[in-house]
């Protein structure tokens, strides 16, 4: 009889056992942050992840190249154009953590850099560049060769929609489709290949990939066509800010109202159903300590109230 009492007994204490191991397996397999998406924020990425492992060396991030076998794994996914937030799912959220610029470059051979040297591009200038006319393909041969004439270069753009490509349309009010151009394959750093191959190559990039991140000057062989920022016809002396990465970004960060040059943010998405101790630590050290490394990889800050704002908006870490 006793021997009948203790089975139920010890089957009890054994099945409360593995039900403990479980939930403390399946929390510590939630405490960690794996990143994956937009390459060209990668350096950025990888600079936060080195930075913040310093100072907590135990602490379990890392970043999956997109396409890459451990992609699946990552449970905070990049993406750095405008959110639809109708189309996240209902269990997620974001939060906005560096912010990027968008010019327009050239081959430097080609004979729209001195052409725009003096003038700048204008709204009109830039649109009637890059994207598609309504009349494209309602032209005759005659008239396409006319056009070609009066534009003789060549717009490189992306094949497939990628973030660079949607926020380069959407700040014209347009889509990704609408742009002007042969298609490139690859990412951001073929496109930037494309030009510098052409010598009437023409092309919009980020800042991190147009400048190098050394000397801080454009690339070999790439020229930033300069963008009129006042709309009045000439690029006035505050309007050359073109020729150094870091007269940009200070442009960009002392006029956060600046209008003619695209910008998006750089937003990281999570399931915020999911108990996730390692997530609010990491993310509060990136939107504080984690921003003085953004001017050094091509990107720019926020407003300090807007960074305070996501701050605010961070998941409670769990007990």
Known sequence: MIRIK??????LAAALSL????????????DYVYLTGTRFTYPLIEKWIAEYKKENPGARIALFKLGGPSTDSANVHIVSHKLDEKALKETDTYVQVAEYALLPIANAANPIVKKTAL???DGSRFKELFI????????TDEEQAQK??????????????SCASISFADHFGYVWGDINGK???????NLLQAVQKDTNGLSYNNLGYIYDLKTRLP??????????LNQNGKLDPSEH???????VIGYLENNPDEKEIPTAYVNLIFDKSQSNAALQPFLSWVLTKGQQYNHEVGFFNASPKFLAKQLKSLPATPN
């Open 19 to 30: 039900t403990a191991f479980g939930q403390q397996a399946e929390k510590k397999q939630t």
């Open 119 to 121: 003038t700048g591009i």
């Open 241 to 247: 800010i073109y020729d150094n990465l870091d007269q």
């Open 132 to 139: 598609k006319g309504k009349d494209d393909g309602l032209l």
């Open 219 to 228: 690339v070999k062989g790439i020229a930033v066509l300069p963008i009129d």
């Open 148 to 161: 070609q004439a009066k534009n003789p270069s060549l717009v490189y753009t992306r094949a497939t929609a």
């Open 6 to 11: 203790i089975i139920p007994v010890l089957a």
């Open 183 to 189: 298609g490139v394959s690859g990412d951001d750093k």
